[in-house]
């Protein structure tokens, strides 16, 4: 049997989004002077959340 409510599995580990350490491994750090400040510049692996649960962080580059 299945339970009745399934939480739902949320993707995230984007380009240019905001750095979040609750939620981002920052593997590297570089400087782009087209960038924002602390946001992601390259995406190795996604990162899956499970309701508010963090399954997997998303392994990034943050710039600036």
Do not use: M
């Amino acid at each position: 049997t299945y339970p009745i409510s399934i939480p739902s599995t949320q993707l995230f580990g984007w380009i240019c989004s905001q750095f979040n350490p609750e939620l981002h491994n920052a593997v590297s750090h570089i400087d782009d002077e087209n960038a924002a400040e602390n946001v992601v510049a390259q995406v190795y692996q996604k990162g899956y959340k499970i309701g508010d649960k963090v399954v997997r962080h998303a392994t990034v580059v943050v710039a600036n």
